[in-house]
């Protein structure tokens, strides 16, 4: 997502003669996501967006005299004296990496091996995992102790189930950062805290991690950056946080530490995250922010109608202008990232004008809109089951909710919704609609000057190498392959760097996510298009449909199966 990242190659620690050697394979995403960003990879000559936190949290976890070795499919390739090498075998990950996942059970469990699987996706749903050796649920500070003397025991089956929202992050080990090649990613994520405040009825988060944020201590943290600073690596780092602002006392005791720290070791990090709208009601939280260098937000606004955000639990962005709170976002000098949904049982016929125009006000290009999803476990899904609206499909498996959503008989016309997601997604992936919007964000990000300590260290002569090819192959390929942008681009680049060259990283940045981002949307509206031409073909079965008592969904016509 943003500039390329460097790392010396880890020193892999030795193995311990007649330890068990564990392998952790990591599943491929689903290929046709919003996230894969594969012309922003292609710019940054990395494989893929980000490494597998989870997993390498977990490796921390295991003893260790375990011999350890760490695949992950979506940068590399799955080899055959990997698996003839292993003992045991831990996977898993989330929903759109399910598919690889059950492959990837397949694969070990017919060379022999026994098979570890965990993390949100068999928490959610852990039956369909149910061939697995071993069903490790819930987090894994909580459980993997457990795991390891039934192990121990000699037991080779089994499954485990941590108690909900009980883990003491606090006591969470620094993850096995060194099992990672920082060189196959992006950017690398790190956690400061689990959990959310809020209720948001279509959300698992606070399913799966409380209401509760768990957050860990400033020395744990600050521990954790200095492991990624030893190993030679520099630049973004994105806490993955549910709410990064979800405890807002204790985030404010944090970011201090890391302003200080970032300066004695000179600014060698610039981070991003995610947090609810109302962080833009703190101007003292969105300065210490700034001055830690966090450089970019994404925020769920999910829908520009009241009533649907009342009737969604997402009270928290209702009594607010959305496009005075991003503003305020933007002064403090990030960017927003923002994520929108169509699909909800209250929206009217004119929630696609209304989204656009909200997007166009707060300028926020790098817009992930999706259909609404009922995923496992949640308060949605839960209602949707009482009402008999749920349906049982496997569009979930495919692509992310921009391309799999709807998993549900519809109070609204289903073809109206697909007709307006597709009017939104037509608009704004406009070339010169989203060029506009980072026009606009690089006029109105304020970056203010970092402190500096003269004796801290230089950044490495690489990273102005690294940042210079980038840039230059972002304005090759603007140039000479993508000509449909040039003017677009040059107007932008050239405007940005006479009237506010600080935010220019920034708006480079959110152009060449447009190089997936645009290739996406028309990918998603080709799909939009297949699916609005079923039901025209086909009569729209999925749609008002009348609950009642004992009511049960009509089945999935086949045209609408992927």
């Not at 957050?215 to 030893?230: G, H, I, P, V, W």
């Not at 809109?369 to 009922?374: E, N, Q, W, Y």
């Not at 645009?518 to 079923?534: M, T």
């Amino acid at each position: 997502m943003v500039e390329r990242a460097t790392s010396a190659v880890p020193v892999r620690p030795s193995a311990t003669p007649g330890g068990l050697n564990v392998l952790l394979i990591f599943p491929r995403f689903n290929q046709n996501s919003f996230w894969s960003l594969r012309a922003a990879c292609e710019i940054y000559g990395v494989r893929c967006p980000a490494p597998p936190l989870g997993l390498i949290t977990v490796a921390a976890l295991l003893p260790p005299a375990w011999n350890l070795r760490l695949v992950d499919r979506n940068a590399e390739e799955l080899a055959p004296a990997d698996l003839a090498w292993a003992d045991l075998v831990f996977t898993g990950g989330m929903l759109p990496q399910r598919v690889d996942c059950l492959e990837v059970i397949d694969l070990c469990q017919a060379q022999g091996k026994t098979v570890v699987v965990g993390g949100p996706d068999a928490t959610s749903s852990p039956d369909i995992f149910a061939q697995a050796d071993f069903l490790v649920l819930g987090e894994a500070e909580g459980i993997i102790d457990a795991f390891v003397q039934a192990w121990e025991d000699g037991q080779r089956k089994g499954r485990f189930q941590a108690a909900k929202f009980k883990v003491d992050v606090a006591r969470s080990p620094i993850p096995r950062f060194d099992l990672l090649r920082a060189s196959n990613y992006m950017y690398i994520g790190v956690q400061f805290s689990r959990g959310c405040p809020f209720n948001c009825e279509f959300c698992d988060i606070i399913e799966l991690y409380g209401r509760v944020p768990r957050s860990k201590t400033n020395q744990q943290m600050l521990a954790e950056l200095q492991a990624l600073f030893d190993m030679g690596y520099r630049g973004h780092v994105d806490f993955v946080d549910d709410n990064f602002i979800g405890n807002k006392k204790t985030i404010k005791r944090f970011l201090p530490a890391l302003e200080q720290w970032q300066v004695e070791h000179g600014h060698p990090f610039m981070f991003s995250t995610e947090a609810s709208i109302n962080v833009a009601d703190d101007p003292e939280l969105l300065g210490m922010m700034g001055k830690a260098n966090f450089f970019a937000i994404f925020v769920g606004i999910e829908s520009p109608d009241t009533n649907t955000l009342i009737v969604a639990q997402k009270k928290q962005n209702t009594r607010r202008s959305l496009a005075d709170s991003v503003h305020r976002i933007y002064a403090a000098g990030m960017m927003v990232l923002a994520g929108f949904i169509v699909g909800f049982d209250t929206e009217e016929s004119g929630v696609a004008e209304a989204m656009i125009d909200c997007i166009e006000a707060t300028s926020i290009p790098v817009c992930m809109v999706g259909m609404l999803t009922a995923l496992p476990g949640t308060q949605l899904t839960r209602r949707l089951e009482r009402e008999g609206r749920l349906l049982p499909f496997e569009d979930e498996t495919s692509g992310d909710q921009c391309t799999a959503g709807l998993n549900f008989a519809t109070l609204r016309p289903r073809r109206e919704i697909l007709v307006d997601y597709r009017s939104v997604l037509l608009s704004v992936y406009r070339p010169a609609a989203f060029f506009e919007r980072v026009r606009h964000v690089g006029l109105a990000l304020r970056k203010s000057g970092l402190r500096a300590d003269p004796n801290a260290p230089a950044a490495a002569p690489r990273i102005a190498k690294r940042d210079l090819i980038a840039l230059l192959k972002v304005m090759a390929r603007m140039t000479f392959i993508r000509t449909d942008l040039t003017m677009l681009f040059w107007r932008t680049f050239i405007g940005t760097a006479r009237q506010n060259p600080a935010a220019l990283q920034a708006v480079v940045i959110q152009m060449v996510m447009f190089l997936h981002l645009g290739e996406f949307a028309k990918f998603v509206i080709r799909e939009l298009d297949r699916q609005i031409d079923a039901i025209d073909r086909q009569g729209d079965a999925l749609s008002r449909f009348e609950a009642g008592p004992g009511a049960r969904a009509p089945a999935r016509p086949a045209a609408l199966a992927r």
